[in-house]
């Protein structure tokens, strides 16, 4: 009897070190995955980081520019002296890149500030008679841009929303666009505020 007793002792510890063994290899792998997922947290968090500066170098550029084009606008209606009166007289300005940042209308910035695109459906809308409102294929269709394509007109209707979103022109709440104001001729033929 002491011998089945001893043997019984033995097989249930060889199973208890057994199942001791194969928890402590579950925790080191879980350890393990713990510290690799901590040094991909560590390497995402240091992406975002580096994303955020980008960002926020980004948004400085664009309020600089934005900035710089109010000022250039400002700078390019001066006041002249003719004969003792004083006299507000355009000085031309270049035309800005496609793609540039549409800056706010107020009286007297010239439309050349803007981009070749954006003066053209500015100039769109502004020959239009009785000056109706015009759906963003109408317009690109006026541009003679292919309006069955979806994405050429998709890129007429967010200038147009650009430009309705900073003054220059109005957009309707069925989505159509018309000239905000009568603009008078620029420099670049197309029309000033």
Known sequence: MVSTFCFRLIVEG???ASMLGLLEARETAARERVEDLREEAARAAAALEAAEIE????VIAREELVDALAASAEEATVVTEVEGEEVSAPVPV???VPGAVVPPWREG??????SLDNQRILNVLQDRPGHEPVRAKDIAAALGIDN???????GVR???KRLAERGWLLQEASGAFSAGRRLVAGPVGGSSA
């Open 148 to 154: 069955t394509v979806a994405a050429k007109v998709e």
């Open 109 to 114: 910035l010239s439309v050349s500030v803007l």
């Open 55 to 58: 960002l926020d170098r980004r």
């Open 94 to 96: 270049s035309a800005s």
């Open 14 to 16: 060889c199973a208890v």
């Open 158 to 160: 967010s200038k147009a």
